[in-house]
């Protein structure tokens, strides 16, 4: 049995493997386990191992590189229309890769080294906090503006914001005179305080009119 092309389907726990000969004929089909994945291809002879390009295939294409396999990723959206239509699984995921690795149009993804996958990783949990920090200034907009405190759109007006309610006269005075040395969030905590204390005021009366 000689395999000359790899289709591996990548995974958290279970890898899928379709290996086809140089006819492209299957020849092997298996599912290997994370912690055996390195031990079988340590077994199998040199050949071209195929996989979709995402985070975790430039780790293993590095890895099964050091092992001399000659390690290729390829674009999902390349392999997208080489899937049979009502088998979505991995062994058909596999072999997917296999038939579109062959392509003559087909491009491959080069594989990151270390630096240039840390240096993207930087740059995603970077978008991420620029992204939640946006979202809070933004829900703290649309919050203030229920109690009639209004902020311009953009990050750079949020301690305009916060010096708006800081003079608040609405707001208890021990309240106003630490909200300038308040986080965003602090902030947000205020407005949902006073926000409580309206309702349950508002409940108070009518529950006293139900009374009466």
């Not at 390349?78 to 072999?95: E, R, S, T, Y």
């Amino acid at each position: 049995m000689s395999i000359s092309m790899i289709g591996l389907d990548t995974a958290k726990s279970v890898f899928q493997v379709h290996g086809v000969d140089a006819a492209g004929k299957a020849v092997i089909r298996r599912r290997i386990r994370r912690s055996d994945l390195i031990a079988f291809f340590e077994k199998q002879e040199a050949c071209m191992v195929v996989m979709e390009a995402c985070g975790a295939a430039h780790h293993w294409g590095r890895t099964l590189t050091g092992l001399g396999h000659n390690v290729k990723l390829i674009a999902p959206e390349a392999v997208k229309p080489f899937m049979k239509k009502g088998k979505k699984n991995d062994a058909a995921d596999a072999a997917a890769i296999c038939i579109a690795a062959v392509r003559p149009e087909v491009k491959f993804v080069p594989i990151k080294n270390l630096g240039q996958q840390g240096t993207l990783a930087l740059h995603t949990a970077r978008s991420l906090l620029v992204k939640q920090k946006t979202m809070l200034a933004n829900t703290m907009r649309g919050l203030a503006t229920e109690f009639g405190v209004t902020m311009p759109k953009g990050i750079q007006n949020v301690d305009d914001l916060m010096t708006q309610v800081a003079a608040d006269e609405c707001l208890p005075q021990k309240h106003a005179k630490r909200v300038r040395n308040y986080t965003t969030t602090s902030v947000l905590q205020i407005c949902a305080s006073r926000h409580l204390k309206r309702r349950s005021s508002i409940t108070r009366g009518t529950m006293r009119q139900r009374v009466a």
